[in-house]
């Protein structure tokens, strides 16, 4: 079963950054990884959970237009590990980050909630 745990929330000013780190594991063969698709959510208080960038392959990364210029994905598939740079934060930015995971079965469209892995999230909170 796969694993997701996030890491790098916490309290920054409005405009600042932060960089949150997914570590995934429990694949039943090493080279898995590669090959999932790997998404990043977040959910406010009394808000749907929102999809702010996936990943279909290290060349195909989507991005709402929220969030789109201000945030990075990137992923390290030797290290299991998926990334989310944020810049410019926004108080608007503040809720509850987790990471998700599926395989390649799904489809194009990322950015909605369809994920069989979830990790338990990392708060952000942007206020000054």
């Known amino acids: 079963q796969v694993q997701l745990v996030e890491s790098g929330g916490g309290l920054v000013q409005p405009g600042g950054s932060l960089r949150l780190a997914c570590v995934a594991s429990?694949?039943?063969?090493?080279?898995?990884?590669?090959?999932?698709?790997i998404a990043w959510f977040r959910q406010a208080p009394g808000k749907e959970r929102e999809g702010i960038s996936c990943?279909?392959?290290?060349?195909?990364?989507y991005y709402p237009d929220s969030v789109k210029g201000r945030f990075t994905l990137s992923r390290d598939n030797p290290k299991k590990t998926v990334y989310l740079q944020m810049d410019n934060l926004k108080p608007e930015d503040t809720a509850i980050y987790y990471c998700?995971?599926?395989?390649?079965?799904?489809?194009?469209?990322?950015?909605?909630?369809?994920?069989?892995?979830w990790g338990q999230g990392t708060q952000v909170t942007v206020s000054s």
């Open positions: 998700a995971a599926r395989p390649p079965l799904y489809g194009r469209d990322c950015l909605r909630p369809q994920y069989t892995s």
């Open positions: 429990g694949f039943y063969s090493d080279g898995d990884f590669d090959y999932y698709n």
């Open positions: 990943t279909i392959s290290t060349d195909e990364i």
